[in-house]
């Protein structure tokens, strides 16, 4: 390849070598991009199996009161739950997570037994703002428009909440940082949000399905299963 010299004694390289320097650099940067692009379509086709499960049955649950980000106690039945998920999960291999809220905390404990599990706030239960500490009912009756729309929708219209879409945020990026099987506590507005992402729905389909205390929801290769416990009879 022949080069030229510059009348102030630098080195001129020709156009049509030129040319072929970028050709070479660009087949050279789309090799590389082939190979950065193929680990990333292998991870969203192969997500890591999951096993989510709601908190056990609070006092609040029983009273119809939500809770949004204030808490409330297991009742007897709630320990019975989070036992029955302990048996249901105890050969299950993967890194274990729980909300920060007392409730799931408290399931978690019990759940994991002596195993060691990571609490994490991007699976706190969606805040409700002012609808929290609230009787579903009263709301239903002293709030009505708030409830129009369909199921669940009601969600971003809570007096200072969070919404839905803020949400999805939090639990698109948990989903996004996980790098095998996870064992996760958490709760049922959260737990939809998990299950509907990782089955590769869309937000309306968010309250698809049920929401059961004391059962798993495993998710595997796109589906969801219900692991749910023999003395289980509700």
Not at 111 to 133: H, Q, T, Y
Request: contains cysteine; positive net charge; charged residues 30%.
């Amino acid at each position: 390849m022949s080069h030229q010299q510059s009348s102030q004694g630098k080195t001129c390289v020709p156009l049509a070598d030129r040319r072929q320097h970028l050709l070479e650099a660009k087949d050279a940067l789309g090799i590389l991009r082939k190979k950065m692009t193929r680990p990333i379509r292998r991870f969203r086709q192969e997500r890591p199996d999951l096993w989510l499960m709601r908190h056990g049955e609070t006092v609040w649950n029983r009273e119809g009161r939500l809770h949004g980000g204030l808490d409330a106690r297991l009742t007897s039945r709630g320990e019975r739950q989070a036992a029955w998920q302990a048996e249901l999960t105890e050969n299950c291999d993967g890194q274990r997570f729980s909300s920060p809220q007392g409730r799931a905390v408290e399931t978690a404990r019990r759940v994991f037994l002596k195993r060691v599990f990571k609490m994490d706030p991007a699976l706190s239960e969606v805040c409700i703002g002012g609808f929290a500490g609230h009787l579903l009912a009263d709301l239903r009756r002293n709030s009505a428009e708030a409830f129009d729309g369909p199921p669940l929708s009601w969600y971003d219209r809570c007096p200072g909440g969070e919404g839905l879409q803020a949400l999805e945020l939090r639990c698109r990026s948990f989903l996004a940082g996980l790098d095998g099987p996870a064992l996760i506590v958490t709760h049922g507005i959260t737990l939809r949000m998990l299950r509907l992402l990782a089955l590769g729905r869309t937000i309306d389909r968010l309250a698809e399905g049920e929401m059961r205390q004391g059962v798993v929801y495993r998710i595997s290769a796109g589906a969801c299963t219900i692991l749910r416990h023999e003395e289980d009879r509700s």
